[in-house]
């Protein structure tokens, strides 16, 4: 089978064909995934909610994510795998090299980092060294205690210019794949239209070039709290497998995300 790259991504982007992401943490849910032809797998620091417990992202390790990457490359032999940067293991340039290098050596293929401006150089510095990169910008969880909650992100002008103008920055510095997390669906179709790079979106609405979800959200069975842009897949059947299948097709098909999932 062949797999999945970063010009597959572009290819896909360029043909309008909807890039289907999960996240994913062990190698017999990227198994199931990879089986069912997931375009994009994120070992998420999410795992710090949805695997152990916590009410946000802050404790995750570098260890911890270069764990479940090795675990999930072990399941994975099509789609493109992609690990999060946990909170400040990028915090200065040298950091991010050593740390994003850990990830790579445990199976990576991509790397995410959460931010802007302040990320350009460290962005193009990886990218020079052959690490390949993926921005996150709007909710990004790892500033949950600067923005004062989990809140949608861009709702005025002002904010919403910073996001559209950081994005481009973004591209320019190199990254080849770009999240948006919780900004009203026209920020998101404007930033997938500008940029040349596929826009990943999660609550960004139907216009992004594709959609991510945290498999536990997918299933209904997170340990906590439920977001209104996730989807129970398995309410409406009782295989996890369907569950899946039936999600890439939703996005491949724009049925998912509805309006119901989506910030005006
Ligand atoms: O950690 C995570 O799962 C993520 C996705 C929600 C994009 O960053
Ligand atoms: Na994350």
Partial sequence: MKKVTTSTLMQLKQKGEKI???????????????????DVMLI????????????DTLSVSIDDI??????????TSRAFVIADMPFMSYATTELAYTNAAKLM??????????????????????VERGIPVCGHLG?????????????????EQEQAQKIIDAA???????????VL????????????????IPVIGIGAGVDTDGQILVMHDMFGISANYMPKFSKNYLADCNDMRSAVS???????????????????
């Fill in 66 to 75: 270069a764990y479940h990457t090795t675990c999930v490359r072990k399941g």
């Fill in 20 to 38: 289907a992401a999960l996240t994913a943490y062990d190698a017999s849910f990227a198994k199931m995934f990879d089986e069912q032809l997931i």
């Fill in 181 to 196: 997390e919780c900004v009203p669906s026209a920020i998101a179709k404007r930033i997938s239209e500008t940029l040349t």
């Fill in 246 to 264: 039936t999600y890439i097709d939703d996005v491949k098909t724009k049925r998912f995300p509805g309006p119901e999932h989506s910030f005006e």
């Fill in 105 to 126: 050596a445990s199976g990576a293929s991509m790397v995410k980092v959460e931010g802007g401006e302040w990320l350009i150089s460290t962005i193009s510095g990886l």
């Fill in 44 to 55: 998420g620091d999410s795992l710090g909610m949805v695997l152990r417990g916590d009410d």
């Fill in 139 to 155: 909710l990004t969880p790892q500033s949950v205690h600067v923005f004062g909650g989990f809140k949608v992100q861009g709702r």
């Fill in 168 to 178: 481009i920055k973004l591209e320019k510095a190199g990254v080849q794949l770009l």
